[in-house]
T-cell receptor, first 111, second 115 residues
Framework: KQEVTQIPAALSVPEGENLVLNCSFT??????LQWFRQDPGKGLTSLLL?????REQTSGRLNASLDKSSGRSTLYIAASQPGDSATYLC??????????FGAGTRLFVKA | NAGVTQTPKFRVLKTGQSMTLLCAQD?????MYWYRQDPGMGLRLIHY???????AKGEVPDGYNVSRLKKQNFLLGLESAAPSQTSVYFC??????????????FGEGSRLTVL
């Protein structure tokens, strides 16, 4: 059974710092991995999607990597800003139609 | 450019009452999903649909029913609400086809409280 874990559960950093959020999964047989952002009381916004055949994806200050063999993905945020404060969710899609979510990392960027 | 729209956004029910949550997407996606989000537990899949007229159970289907009569709509029903169904419900959809990336698109959520 696929399980997705995100560490740390919460993170507080000063503005301008580069940071890494971690996601691990137990079964390497995945279809894709998607990173989301969720603001309080809001829905999930897709940030990056990495297909199983890819190693990384980049969008602006965000870079996500995928290492299927070790069951890990990282989301790198460069030059963090207070507006980056949110909960970041990692989600792994299996070969079927099911996507398993981690519990998320709550990020707070201090001005 | 609406994407995925959920109604209602907030609802308070008494134990035993019934209600239906509506999800509508305008992206012509084949796949649609209902999730619930509870503190510390991440999102869990309730039911999903791979096309008009088809539905299937997810991880936590008990106490819920769904219908997909039209491709753009996916309804989630609670026949007899229980306090354990207090949660935030999210609808999502994804595309399928030769360029299928499997990317999920989410609605804004529906917050349900059962007293």
């Amino acid at each position: 059974k696929q399980e997705v874990t995100q560490i740390p559960a919460a993170l507080s950093v000063p503005e301008g710092e580069n940071l890494v959020l971690n996601c691990s999964f137990t079964d390497s047989a995945i279809y894709n991995l998607q990173w989301f952002r969720q603001d309080p009381g809001k829905g999930l916004t897709s940030l990056l999607l990495i297909q199983s055949s890819q190693r990384e994806q980049t969008s602006g200050r965000l870079n996500a990597s995928l290492d299927k063999s070790s069951g890990r993905s990282t989301l790198y945020i460069a030059a963090s800003q207070p507006g980056d404060s949110a909960t970041y969710l990692c989600a792994v899609r299996t070969g079927g139609f099911k996507t398993i979510f981690g519990a998320g990392t709550r990020l707070f960027v201090k001005a | 450019n609406a994407g995925v729209t959920q109604t209602p956004k907030f609802r308070v029910l008494k134990t035993g009452q019934s209600m239906t949550l509506l999800c509508a997407q305008d992206m012509n996606h084949e796949y649609m999903y209902w999730y619930r989000q509870d503190p510390g537990m991440g999102l869990r899949l309730i039911h999903y649909s791979v096309g008009e007229g088809t539905t299937a159970k997810g991880e936590v289907p008990d106490g819920y029913n769904v219908s997909r009569l039209k491709k753009q709509n996916f309804l989630l029903g609670l026949e007899s609400a229980a306090p354990s169904q207090t949660s935030v419900y999210f609808c999502a959809s994804s595309y399928t086809g030769t360029l299928n990336t499997g990317e999920l698109f989410f609605g804004e959520g529906s917050r349900l409280t059962v007293l």
